[in-house]
């Protein structure tokens, strides 16, 4: 595609059949970059297209006019009329003459005499020269508006994403890939016929959240980065940092409660020993700090009142919840894997939780419809082996 000398802008044109994006104006040229990101709903057809429009310029407008303009092909000079034909001099013979006519006449010439005599009677002509030949016209050179179709258009390029192959790609992470662009007043000949020139591809980057019901749209990522960091965040939270046995008291443990305790992202769960669920969470992004409960430096210290391999967790509210371990080892690495955390547990949205929990159930309806399936198989022969051998009799 021929790129114009003077500075020529261009839009590109997001549409899902419902919703229209248009980006801001950037300059048509080679490795042109957009830097735009836009969110769109997805419906049904799962597609959208891409248009590329070029703003309609002075020196886009002159472009279609010298389109429009008719030929003036050069006129060819007519051939020039054939020469005109040669006269002949009669020669009379010397018998017709008579008496005194032949007397008096000149001596006779020689043939060859004859000859010369009468063409030098003849008056000179010109040799003949023939008219030159028209130049042939130079081909029009090739424009942008060619590409155009006239009739004040600025569709210059145009191509059409559909979201369902790539849907497993994108889903939850970002994929890069590379559509052409195709010309829609310019084709170009093919083994099967005239076809669409492609004048440009686009590089984007697409990423896909499926439906996640109870969700308004407000409550939805908004971004690319957004909705990565909601994922990584949620990854996070649902990471075991750390589990053992500790005496608890304070939280929902009036008195003190021996349990197992596993550190879960953000969250210090309360498991049961015989069920294996939880039975009780604590909030640890509500948590301000850790403390030793037998550190003798401290202001507060209390020799009688504080249980050996201790420590505290104190929360914005000003509750406590004290833990005490079998071990002193034990009780230093809970306590540093607690400090590593507290002032440090980032959020996990909602959209994160429910679109994990979405996943669980879209893997598990997986799992389900390939055991049915092996059910099938393995079901098949029994069935016909068995219609064998109840046909078998009535044969006999």
């Given at each position: ?179 052409p662009m195709f010309a829609m007043h310019k084709k ?51 990471n075991v940092y750390h589990e053992g046995i500790l ?138 082996s068995a219609a064998r051998q109840s046909r078998a009799?009535?044969?006999?």
């Open positions: 595609m021929p790129l114009p000398n003077e500075t020529t802008f261009c839009t590109i044109r997001v549409s899902n059949g419902v919703d229209t994006i248009l980006t801001p104006y950037f300059v048509l040229e080679e490795g042109a970059n957009i830097h735009r990101e836009y969110c769109l709903t997805e419906l049904d057809n799962s597609e959208f297209c891409l248009t590329l429009e070029v703003r309609r310029d002075v020196h886009i407008l002159a472009m279609e006019r010298a389109l429009r303009a008719p030929v003036i092909e050069p006129k060819r000079l007519a051939p020039p009329p054939p020469p005109p034909p040669r006269a002949e001099t009669p020669v009379s013979s010397l018998a017709s003459r008579s008496g005194f006519r032949a007397f008096f006449s000149s001596p006779r010439k020689a043939k060859h005499q004859r000859t010369q005599s009468s063409v030098a009677a003849l008056p000179t002509q010109k040799p003949v020269v023939p008219p030159k030949a028209a130049a042939p016209s130079k081909p029009r050179a090739e424009t942008l508006a060619d590409y155009l179709g006239g009739d004040g258009n600025k569709v210059l390029a145009k191509t059409n994403i559909a979201i369902e192959p790539i849907a497993h790609l994108c889903e939850a992470k970002v994929l890069e890939i590379r559509y170009v000949p093919g083994p099967e016929g005239p076809k669409r020139k492609q004048v440009a591809k686009i590089t984007m980057q697409i990423l896909r959240l499926p439906a996640l019901p109870g969700l308004a749209i407000s409550e939805l990522p908004g971004s690319i980065d957004e909705t990565i960091k909601g994922i990584r965040y949620h990854l996070w939270h649902e005496t608890q008291v304070g939280g929902d443990c009036r008195v003190p409660r021996r349990r197992l305790l596993r550190l879960v992202g953000g969250h210090l769960l309360g498991i049961s020993e015989v069920t294996k669920k939880e039975v009780a969470r604590i909030d640890l992004s509500q948590a301000t700090e850790v403390i030793d409960s037998n550190e003798r430096t401290r202001g507060d210290y209390d020799p009688f009142g504080a249980q050996p391999r201790s420590f505290e967790i104190r929360f914005k509210n000003g509750d406590t919840i004290s833990f005490s371990a079998d071990k002193e080892n034990d009780k230093l690495v809970w306590m540093d894997a607690l400090r590593d955390l507290v002032g440090k547990v980032p959020p996990n949205p909602l959209w994160a939780r429910v679109y994990a929990q979405y996943q669980q159930e879209h893997k598990q309806e997986k799992e389900d419809q390939e055991k049915q399936r092996d059910r099938r198989k393995s079901s098949g022969p029994r069935k016909s009799p009535s044969g006999a």
